[in-house]
T-cell receptor, first 114, second 111 residues
Framework: GAVVSQHPSWVICKSGTSVKIECRSL??????MFWYRQFPKQSLMLMAT?????????EQGVEKDKFLINHASLTLSTLTVTSAHPEDSSFYIC??????????FGPGTRLTVL | AQRVTQPEKLLSVFKGAPVELKCNYS??????LFWYVQYSRQRLQLLLR??SRESIKGFTADLNKGETSFHLKKPFAQEEDSAMYYC?????????????FGQGTTLQVKP
C-alpha cells in the first residue's frame, strides 16, 4: 500500500496562532487525500476531502475558513488550523485514497492548543 | 442514510477463544467494505477488504447482504490481536472513495 507521512508528529501552540500540518504520499501519486480528526478512544471523523489542484470538499459542520486545506501537488496536502483554540486540540490524521484498495493512513499529528 | 454500526465498544476474550467483531451497515447499492486495525500508538492499518476475500493474520470477514453485516472473525484469538478495530464503508454521493467509519471496537485478549 501507499506510504504516508505527516509532519509534525506533535505540536503545541498558543491560543490564537495558526498551525500547519503536512501530509505526504511518499510512493503514490495521490489525487485525493482525506483529513480526519480523532478524539481519544473515539472513531475517526472525516473533516474534508482534499483534491489535487482544486478546492477541498468539507464535511457538514466543518468550518472551511478555520481548517484550510491545500493540495498543490500529487504528493502533498496541508491542513492549516487558523486561530487555534483549546477546543481544536485533537489528533489529526490524513490518508491517501487508492481507489478500490481503500485508504492508507498517516501516523497522525497531535495538536495541543494552550 | 449511509451508516456503519459496531455495536460493541469493548470485546474481551481469553487467548485461544474465538472472536467475532460485529459490523452492520446501511447502504443502498453494492457496498464496498473494509476492516481497519489500530494497534496501540500506531497508525490505522488496512486489515481486510471484502472484495478480495482474503484472510489476514487469521481474520476473515464475509459480506452478508441479507443481514447487511460484515462481521470480522478469528477462530483463535492471540494476545497480539489486542487493538482497536474499525469497520468502514465507502460512502458519499460521488466516486470520491471517502470512508464512513463505525465507532470502533476495542478487542482485549487476555492471557
Amino acid at each position: 500500500g501507499a506510504v504516508v507521512s505527516q509532519h509534525p508528529s506533535w505540536v503545541i501552540c498558543k491560543s490564537g496562532t495558526s498551525v500547519k500540518i503536512e501530509c505526504r504520499s511518499l510512493d503514490f501519486q495521490a489525487t485525493t487525500m482525506f483529513w480526519y480528526r480523532q478524539f481519544p478512544k473515539q472513531s475517526l471523523m472525516l473533516m474534508a476531502t482534499s483534491n489535487e489542484g482544486s478546492k477541498a470538499t468539507y464535511e457538514q459542520g466543518v468550518e472551511k475558513d478555520k481548517f484550510l486545506i491545500n493540495h498543490a501537488s500529487l504528493t502533498l496536502s496541508t491542513l492549516t488550523v487558523t486561530s487555534a483554540h483549546p477546543e481544536d486540540s485533537s489528533f489529526y490524521i490524513c490518508s491517501v485514497g487508492s481507489g478500490g484498495r481503500g485508504q492508507f493512513f498517516g501516523p497522525g499529528t497531535r495538536l495541543t492548543v494552550l | 442514510a449511509q451508516r456503519v454500526t459496531q455495536p460493541e465498544k469493548l470485546l474481551s476474550v481469553f487467548k485461544g477463544a474465538p472472536v467475532e467483531l460485529k459490523c452492520n451497515y446501511s447502504y443502498s447499492g453494492s457496498p464496498e467494505l473494509f476492516w481497519y486495525v489500530q494497534y496501540s500508538r500506531q497508525r490505522l492499518q488496512l486489515l481486510l477488504r471484502h472484495i478480495s476475500r482474503e484472510s489476514i493474520k487469521g481474520f476473515t470477514a464475509d459480506l452478508n447482504k441479507g443481514e447487511t453485516s460484515f462481521h470480522l472473525k478469528k477462530p483463535f484469538a492471540q494476545e497480539e490481536d489486542s487493538a482497536m478495530y474499525y469497520c468502514a464503508l465507502v460512502g458519499g454521493s460521488s466516486n470520491t472513495g471517502k470512508l464512513i467509519f463505525g465507532q470502533g471496537t476495542t478487542l482485549q485478549v487476555k492471557p
